[in-house]
């Protein structure tokens, strides 16, 4: 019996036919059958998620403003993969990111994105992310929040005494480092009841507010290459660290939290208590089932919490702090209204006194507005029931998407969108509009931000505290090379040749 030899020329052009055949199917089924094919955009986007990564990847960052051409081009809502749809409808926001009552998954291929899969933020599930946020949410409601007053409160005389040293030595600060130390020392003393005491670093740690930039623009990547996240992981941490520095520093943080959760489940084991109660020992305590409570799944947790609880104040502070040296009339009016409750500039202030204050408070919405929270889309999925958007029903289990970034510039709602005037909230509330409808920094429904409540008592309590008591000056920093953003990177991030927002401290206001 003779067996005929199949040479490897013909095996290989058998297996690029087939891969042919498949591809050409794959395209038709895209462009013409797939249940998103009526929708408009381009059809290079409804082929292939490649579109994307072209945009994102090779040209870092800058697909937001893809989508902006391509919803000036086709409309309000545009297919911009082979699975996904985004919408650019102010109005449609609240009913996407709806309250808890409208179950929203999560995207499951978005959520790779943050590299803690068990994380709270990163949980695609409804359900499982009602489970997990009720755990969570008494220790970062308005209550809880007020009890650490004090802890903020000294927290931000730390940071006036490096001020006051940068003053006498004539030194130029890096007001977004130094911000984000100040939220990172409070957010980490409230998570593990010991801060990373970053406000003590000679550059306020700047290399950490660098990790975290390159770690949020590592995940444009992980979106689109999900399987290399257990792979990175599985590298040593020195090998990381040598070929690429900004990853390497992301992981040698991760295992210092998970260091901390292990001390924390080890006392816990032990009986032995500390004296402060911190957000991971409540979690062990609470009703939460075992599998919650590992020590997998509080890492997860405690890189999410610490790295969404510093970048995004910090950067509020930053951009309000600009503006208001900027113009030096707002900033008498801000001074003024603070003086009815802080007739010094040393004069101590409740945190409940500042929030009755219209004048900062709209200080403080206006500077969140132009920080844009997270300024990439993030995805929801109506898993049972079609979705509609006008004249389109949108089937049930498609993510859609809205950006921040697209609300907060709409000219409709926010006219001359990109001028720093908080005067437009008092003009809002004179004319009974309600502006906070379109106010989106924190998203809305059942997957707002946790932390919301802990961001507003830092931005008013360093606002009200900083203003009144230095006189500083913008050094070399404008609005458009280091405020406004040019990349997204999930975080919206100025231009490459920014050096920070920078000031000098001329002044200490003390009588």
């Known amino acids: 019996m003779v067996v005929p030899q199949i040479s490897f020329a013909n095996a290989a052009y058998s297996a690029l036919f087939t891969w042919f055949v498949y591809l050409t199917t794959l395209a038709i089924y895209r462009l013409y059958f797939h249940p998103l094919a009526t929708f408009p955009g381009p059809k290079l986007a409804a082929l292939t998620g490649w579109y994307e990564f072209y945009h994102d990847i090779i040209h870092k960052g800058c697909f937001i ?108 600060i890096r007001l977004d480092a130094a911000y984000m130390a100040l939220t990172m020392d409070i957010i980490t003393h409230y998570a593990f009841g010991s801060s990373y005491n970053y406000l003590a670093e000679p550059d306020f740690k700047l290399s950490w507010k660098e990790t975290v930039i390159a770690g949020s623009a590592n995940g444009a990547f992980l979106r689109q290459f999900p399987w290399a996240l257990p792979i990175m992981k599985s590298v040593p941490l020195w090998l990381v660290q040598k070929l690429n520095p900004p990853a390497g520093s992301l992981m040698a943080w991760q295992q210092l939290i998970r260091a901390q959760v292990d001390g924390i489940i080890a006392n816990k084991k032990t009986g032995e208590k500390k004296a402060d109660r911190t957000i991971f020992q409540a979690l062990l305590d609470s009703d939460l089932p075992d599998e919650e409570k590992s020590a997998d799944r509080l890492q997860d947790e405690g890189q999410t919490l610490v790295g969404a609880g510093s970048e995004t104040t910090a950067k509020s502070l930053s951009v309000i702090t600009f503006y208001l040296l900027d113009d030096k009339q707002k900033l008498a009016k801000l001074r003024a209204e603070l003086k009815t409750v802080m007739p010094t500039p040393t004069s101590d202030v409740s945190l409940t006194a500042l929030e009755q204050l219209p004048y900062l408070t709209a200080v403080i919405n206006e500077g969140i507005r132009l920080m844009y929270g997270v300024t990439t889309r993030l995805p929801r999925v109506s898993p049972i029931e079609p979705l509609r958007y006008k004249d389109w029903i949108i089937p049930a289990g498609t993510p859609v998407g809205e950006s921040n970034y697209f609300v907060h510039t709409d000219e409709n709602i926010f006219p001359n969108p990109q001028s720093f005037d908080p005067d437009r909230w008092l003009r809002a509330a004179e004319n009974k509009f309600r502006l906070d409808r379109y106010f989106v920094s924190f998203s809305k429904g059942s997957r707002m931000c946790v932390g919301i409540n802990l961001a507003y008592a830092e931005l008013y309590l360093t606002l009200a505290i900083i203003m009144s008591r230095f006189d500083l000056e913008n050094f070399e920093t404008t609005a458009d090379n280091d405020i406004k953003i040019d990349r997204d990177f999930f975080v919206g991030i100025p231009k490459p040749t920014s050096k920070g927002v920078r000031a000098k401290v001329v002044g200490s206001r003390t009588e």
């Open 65 to 172: 403003w893809k989508l902006k051409e391509l919803h000036d081009t086709y409309g309000p809502i545009i297919r911009i993969s082979p699975y996904e749809l985004h919408i650019r409808d102010s109005d449609y926001y609240e009913e996407l990111y709806a309250p808890a009552a409208k179950k929203r998954d999560k995207y499951e291929g978005w959520v790779a994105m943050a590299g803690a899969p068990a994380s709270s933020f990163a949980t695609a599930s409804h359900n499982l992310h009602r489970l997990r946020r009720g755990a969570l949410n008494p220790f970062f409601s308005k209550r809880s929040v007020y009890q650490t007053e004090g802890l903020i409160k000294s927290k931000i005389e730390e940071l006036c005494r490096r001020f006051e040293q940068a003053m006498k030595n004539n030194e130029i």
